[in-house]
C-alpha cells in the first residue's frame, strides 16, 4: 500500500507516473531504508521540509546499486503527483539550490515540451555548484546550468531515461515557442553601439540572425554561419579600408587643388591626382579580387576533400555491407552442409540398422530350419552304430539295467504271491506276473 500511486494522480505520458522510473530502479528505491523511513507518509507539503536537506544529486551507486535521496523524493513526487504550482515555486526557488534542482528534474519527467523549456530554459543563468554522486560512490563538483543542459539535451539522466522531446528550432518553425532571448545579448547590443558611435561614418549592422543562439541546430548550419561570418567580417574589413583611402585621397585631392590654383596649374595637377587614385584603387581591386578567389580556391578545395571524405566512408560502408554478406552467405553455406551431413549420417545408420536386422533374420531362419532337419530325421549319430543300425549299449549301462529289472521283479516262490494267485485263480482271474 506505501508503494501505490496516489489514486487521485493522472497518468503521465500514457502510464503511470511511477512507470517512469525504471522497474529495477523502482524496486531498489522500494527496499531502501531511506524510502522506508524518511518517505513514508510525505505530503506535498512535508516533502519540501526532505527537498530542503538534501546535500547532492546523483542517481543509484555502488555494488547493489543503492538509490540516493534525490531519486527517492523523485519518484515519491511521481507517487504524489504535486499540483503544477508547487513545482514552479520549486523552480523559482533561490535560496535552496537542490530544491530548484529536484523540481526541474520533476517538470523534466512530467511537463510537456513547450513548459520544459519555458520553466527550465531561465536557469541557465544559475552558475551555483553542486554536488553528485557517482556510481562508484564517489563525488564530482557540478552546476546547475550543466544539469539543466544535461536534461535538455541527453537521453538519461540520474539512472533515469528522459521522456523524448523535440527540439527547440522545430518548435520555432511551428510558433509554439519564440526565439530564445540570451541573457548576454544585451550586453553585446551595448558593446556594439559604443562601437558604431567611436566609428567616424556609418556602418551597416550585421545580420540580425547570426546573433540567435539557438538550440537543436545541425553542424552543416554552423559551420555555414561561422563562414559566412568570416566572409562578412573580411568585406567590413576592405570596406573600411576603402573608405579610409577614400577618404584620404580627397582631402590630399583638396590640398592640392587648392596648391595648383595659386599656381595657376590645376588641370594637369589634378590629372595627375586623379590617374594616381585611379591606379590605387586599380592596385586595391586587384589585391581584394586575388583574396576573394583565394578565399574561394580554399572553400573549393575544402569542399572537395569533405566530398572525398564522404566518398571514402560510403565506399567503407559499402565494402562492409559486402563483407557482411559474403559472412552471412558463407555460414549459410555451413550450415545447410551440417544439415546435409547430417541427413546422410542418419541416412547410413538406417540402412545400417536395416542390414543388421535383415542378417539377423537370415540367420534366425537359418537355425530354425537346421531345428527343423534335424527334428524331421531319425537318432541322432551317437545312437547309430557303425553300419547304421542301433548301437549296442555299455556293458555297465546293461548290467545296471538288468539289475534294475531284477531288484523290481517279484518272486514267484513267495508264499504271499502263491495265496494271491490262488484267490485269483478262484475268482477267475490271471495269476500275477
Request: aromatic share 8%; charged share 45%.
Amino acid at each position: 500500500m506505501a508503494n501505490r500511486t496516489d489514486p487521485l494522480a493522472k497518468s503521465i505520458h500514457g502510464t503511470n507516473p511511477q512507470n517512469l522510473v525504471e522497474k529495477i530502479v523502482r524496486s531498489k528505491i522500494y527496499q531502501s531504508t531511506y524510502w522506508k523511513e524518511q518517505c513514508f507518509g510525505l505530503t506535498a507539503e512535508t516533502l519540501v521540509d526532505k527537498a530542503m536537506e538534501l546535500d547532492h544529486t546523483g542517481g543509484t551507486y555502488g555494488g547493489n546499486r543503492k538509490p540516493t535521496p534525490f531519486l527517492c523524493l523523485a519518484l515519491k513526487m511521481l507517487q504524489i503527483q504535486p499540483d503544477k504550482d508547487i513545482i514552479v515555486e520549486f523552480i523559482k526557488n533561490e535560496d535552496y539550490k537542490y530544491v530548484r534542482v529536484l523540481g526541474a528534474f520533476y517538470l523534466r519527467l512530467t511537463g510537456t515540451v513547450a513548459d520544459v523549456y519555458q520553466y527550465l530554459e531561465p536557469l541557465y543563468n544559475d552558475y551555483r555548484k553542486i554536488r553528485h554522486k557517482l556510481s562508484d560512490g564517489q563525488f564530482t563538483l557540478n552546476h546547475v546550468d550543466e544539469f539543466i543542459d544535461e536534461l535538455l539535451t541527453k537521453d538519461y539522466s540520474c539512472d533515469t531515461a528522459l521522456p523524448r522531446i523535440q527540439k527547440r528550432w522545430v518548435l520555432e518553425a511551428s510558433g509554439t515557442l519564440e526565439p530564445r532571448r540570451s541573457a548576454l545579448e544585451d550586453d553585446f547590443e551595448e558593446e556594439e553601439e559604443d562601437k558604431e558611435e567611436e566609428q567616424p561614418m556609418e556602418i551597416d549592422e550585421p545580420n540580425g540572425h547570426e546573433k540567435d543562439n539557438h538550440r537543436g541546430r545541425s553542424p552543416a548550419w554552423e559551420r555555414d554561419r561561422d563562414r559566412d561570418r568570416d566572409r562578412d567580417r573580411k568585406e567590413r574589413h576592405h570596406r573600411y579600408a576603402a573608405l579610409y583611402d577614400v577618404h584620404s585621397h580627397l582631402v590630399f585631392h583638396i590640398s592640392v587643388t587648392a596648391m595648383a590654383c595659386k599656381s595657376q596649374e590645376p588641370l594637369k595637377i589634378t590629372d595627375a591626382l586623379l590617374s594616381l587614385y585611379f591606379c590605387r584603387d586599380r592596385d586595391y581591386d586587384r589585391d581584394w579580387d586575388y583574396e576573394r578567389d583565394y578565399g574561394r580556391g580554399r572553400e573549393r578545395d575544402r569542399d572537395r576533400d569533405r566530398e572525398r571524405d564522404r566518398n571514402r566512408d560510403r565506399d567503407r560502408d559499402r565494402h562492409r555491407l559486402r563483407d557482411d554478406d559474403y559472412n552471412r552467405d558463407r555460414d549459410r553455406d555451413r550450415e545447410r552442409d551440417g544439415r546435409e551431413r547430417e541427413r546422410r549420417d542418419r541416412d547410413r545408420g538406417r540402412h545400417r540398422s536395416h542390414s543388421r536386422s535383415r542378417d539377423r533374420r537370415d540367420r534366425d531362419r537359418e537355425d530354425g530350419e537346421y531345428r527343423r532337419r534335424r527334428g524331421r530325421g531319425s537318432a541322432s549319430p551317437r545312437g547309430r552304430g557303425e553300419d547304421g543300425g542301433p548301437r549296442e549299449e555299455p556293458k555297465r549301462k546293461k548290467e545296471k539295467k538288468e539289475k534294475k529289472v531284477e531288484g523290481n521283479a517279484p518272486d514267484p516262490n513267495d508264499p504271499e504271491i502263491i495265496e494271491m494267485n490262488k484267490l485269483r485263480a478262484s475268482l477267475g482271474l490271471k495269476p500275477l506276473k
